[in-house]
Structure formats: C-alpha cells, structure tokens
C-alpha cells in the first residue's frame, strides 16, 4: 500500500522497522576484531542497490536496499561483515545486511536524514553518498579490514503544500488563539516570511496561512507548526499534519523566521546593543574601552578604523566594561583571516599582520559578526574628483599611513564645494551616508546615527588630513 511519511521532527528518532516480510532483528556487527592490514591491501567493492532512485510519494515498501556489495579481493571462503554505514560524510543510519551483503534501511529513517542533511522538506532530488566500511574472516580465523569504495543514491522527499502567496501569519499566546489575534508576517524574499515583535513573556504559537483566514473564522486544519509539542529549538522543520505548538521562551526583542520553500522555521533573538566597545592587550584590557560608531539606522552595526599591532590581542563588548564581551567565537570571514592574519588567542581575536584596518561588528541576538577590512576612506561629493554621482572609486581615496600616528590624506580637492567623507565597510552593504563624518573645529565628527551635518566648505587644490589615533582632522 501507498506509505504516507509522517516526519518525526527529531533526527535520527529511534523507530522500529514494520516491514512485515522482513527479519530486522540481527543488525549487521562485525564478526571479530579487525587486525592489521595485510600486506597487500585488501577490497571489497559496493554497487547502488535496486532502491537507488527513491521518489517518497511513489513509494510503497518500509524498506529500501541501497548498497549491494559487488566484488572482493578477499580470499575464497571468507566471510565479509559490513562494520558501519554513513550518509553524506556525517549521518549514520540503522541498517540491515541481508542475504549476499545486500544493505537495507527504514524508509522513514532515509528520508529523515535526507532532509537533515539538506536542512529543507522541498521535493528535490537530493543526492546522499553513502560510504561503507567492511572487514572480513578468512577460513583460517584472520581478521582482516577491506578498502571500499563511495556509492551514490538518490531520494526526493514528497510534496509540500503549496505555499500562499498571500502570506502568512502568527497565532498564539501572543494576541489569542484567534483570527483577531492573528499576526502578519513580513515577505522578506522568495516564500521567506518573518516577524520581529516584542516578547513579553514565554509563548506558544502556530503558523497559518493568509487562506487560514476569513474574516473572524480560523481553519485549524491549515495551521503549521512542529512534530513535538513545545518545541523550544528555536530551529526545527515545519509539519502540516498533527501539528503541534512552537515554543519561545524567549523575552524581548524576537524574530520568527518562516521558510516555506523548504518547510523550516527559526525562533531567535533579535535584540541588538546601542553601542559597542573594543579594548585589548594594547590597552591594559579594560583599562581603555574604544567606542565604535553606529551605522546609519542599522540595528547592531557598528564600525571603527583603528592601527593594531603585531599580535596584539582584543575583544568586544556591549559596554565599557566586561560582560557579554566576545572575540574570536564570533563569526569572521575567511577573507579578514587572511587580510589581517587573525588567529584564535583564547578566545581573543590576535592580529597577526601589524596596520591599520576598518573594523565592522554587527550584533544581533546570539548572531555575533567581526570583520577586519582594508580602511578605505573616500571623498565624496561637491569637491571629489567623481562626484556626487560616480561609483567610489580609487580616484577619490585618502592613502593609508603606515604607523600608528600617521595620517590618512585625500586628494586635492577637485572643485569647490562641501566636503564630505565617508567609509564603506564591504560586510555592510549600506548608503555610503550610513557611514560618513567630517572635521568640525578640527576634530573628526563622526555622524552616527544623527541626521545631516553642518556643512564644511572646501576650495579647489586644498586636502583634508585624518589622524584617527587621536580622532583629529584638518583642511588646508
């Protein structure tokens, strides 16, 4: 009969195989200790099975063979044993060695792991490649072990819902259990919705689509949420068939992701400091805290340009002082490894190449993010040699010191006009004003989350000079 998959929501769930013409009991184990390798190493050679094509809404069988083993190098009369089997390079699934080495696996149990090892419910063909490691017995009682070889299956799981494009919505303790209560989530992309709202408490909740909803009246049978009741981990799939409630146990700021493209939802913290500060072996650990600058209305981004030195070492905080502080655990491109040299120094961010760097730290939630980029400065504007409408470019950056009390200077001004300054940290991705500053009364004044700034008039042939070591600026 036609097997409709019921997802168990928790990896690798421990469930028993129901096929009924099959004896599951004797799993497969080695048949004695492995010895050293012989001399000449030793094969044993495994094919796909018949079931290595595996489409879930047309399957009718509890089990599948998968793997059959083809051929051997081992001598005649020896016996082989199937020691272990994993999916993908990482997953592990029961199975079991029938007649001529032929390996099978539960169905629900390949499926499963075919959706954890993608992170998405979506129907797509999804490749598993599955690596087997066998020994064998010889007659004369030697353990020997036998190099294999990779083998690949595929797997599509069945069909998901077809998702509303009117959108989706969130019911629960927040508002009531109610069509009143109803939430709206935000389209943040391709059938990606979220919602950021304030926690007041701990809550369960339930996600239904716009269809869900006709005026005061709420079809429960459309709802979605997850396989256990309670789930609190905040990462887990969407089922649509005895759906139960999800819980966050988060207080304040909170973001609900859902994603209807691969049937997966997010419950996280999205609470973000107001500022961030920098302190390290260069300044007596906490002795000094450095501020950094916020980007322009952008919630938890900050950034600063600073001169490290060979192996200095420096953390970050939401405060000038210790507590929640973080370095090296945050996220850090390969690309900032590598520009600066950074390493792991106990939990400290160390800065293996001496110079100077345009910092960028973005915090929201758990989600900590740290990158060191080129300090890349430019003109901008009235007195720029590109102007107000070119991309920025090369021809309107200020060259870069090479010590820590040196100066960064601009161009001669190409007109005259207002001068106006900024950075663009690549990891932000925003308007150039989010990041932008001036000298004002000989001090760089640094716009931050404030609106326009006075305006600065330059005359044609004149530079600006930044020294960010002791945050000072002239024109002339």
């Not at 421990?14 to 099959?22: L, W």
């Not at 064998?136 to 690949?152: D, F, K, R, W």
């Not at 629960?172 to 209560?181: L, P, R």
């Amino acid at each position: 009969m036609r097997k409709h998959l019921i997802y168990a929501g928790l990896f690798l769930v421990s469930i028993g195989f129901s096929a009924c013409d099959e004896d599951f009991k004797d799993w497969a184990e080695p048949q004695s200790n492995p010895q050293e390798d012989a001399v000449a190493q030793l094969t044993a050679t495994f094919a796909a099975g018949k079931d290595a094509s595996i489409v879930m809404d047309e399957a009718t069988v509890d089990s599948v063979e998968i793997v059959k083993l083809s051929s051997t190098t081992a001598e005649e009369g020896s016996s082989i044993a199937i020691n272990s089997l994993t999916l993908n390079g990482d997953y592990t699934i029961p199975y079991a060695v029938k007649e001529g080495n032929v390996i099978k696996v539960a169905l629900a149990q390949l499926d499963s792991v075919t959706q954890e090892a993608y992170k998405s419910r979506a129907s797509v063909e999804r490749e598993l490649k599955v690596a087997v490691k066998a020994s064998a017995v010889t007659s004369s009682g030697e353990g020997i072990q036998l190099s294999g070889n990779e083998v690949s299956i595929t797997l599509k799981p069945g069909a998901t819902p077809v998702p509303d494009p009117d959108g989706y919505y969130i019911v629960g303790d927040f508002k009531g259990w109610s069509a009143a209560g109803a939430i709206p989530m935000t389209k943040a992309g391709d059938n990606l919705y979220t919602l950021e709202m304030e926690a007041t408490d701990v809550a369960y909740f339930k996600i239904f689509p716009a269809s869900a909803i006709n005026g005061d009246d709420l079809d429960w049978d459309k709802a979605l949420g997850s396989a256990v009741d309670g789930d609190v981990s905040g990462d887990n799939f969407i089922v649509w068939t005895d759906v139960q409630a999800i819980k966050s146990e988060l207080v304040g700021r909170i973001k609900i992701t859902v994603d209807v493209a691969n049937y997966r939802f997010t419950v996280k913290d999205n609470s973000a400091p107001t500022e961030i500060y920098m302190t390290g072996s260069a300044y007596n650990w906490g002795g000094t805290w450095n501020q950094f600058i916020p980007v322009n209305d952008t919630k938890g981004a900050f950034w600063g340009i600073y001169y490290f030195g060979t192996d200095e070492e420096v953390k970050f905080a939401p405060q000038a002082d210790w507590g929640g502080d973080f370095g090296f655990a945050a996220s850090i491109s390969a690309a900032s490894i590598e520009l600066a040299g950074l390493s792991d120094s106990g939990g400290n961010i160390k800065v293996g190449k001496a110079g100077w760097y345009l910092v960028f730290v973005s915090v929201i939630g758990d989600d900590k993010r740290v990158e060191f980029e080129k300090p890349n400065v430019y003109l901008i504007g009235d007195v720029s040699k590109g102007g107000w409408d070119a991309q920025l470019g090369e021809q309107d950056l200020f060259t870069v010191p090479t010590t820590a009390d040196g100066e960064f200077i601009s161009s001669e001004f190409a007109k005259d006009g207002e001068v106006r300054i900024c950075v663009h940290p690549e990891a932000a991705s925003t308007d150039w004003w989010r990041t932008e500053f001036i000298v004002l009364e000989g001090k760089i004044a640094y716009r931050g989350n404030g609106g326009d700034q006075a305006r600065v008039q330059g005359r044609v042939g004149q530079k600006t000079y930044l020294n960010f070591g002791n945050n000072t600026g002239r024109i002339e």
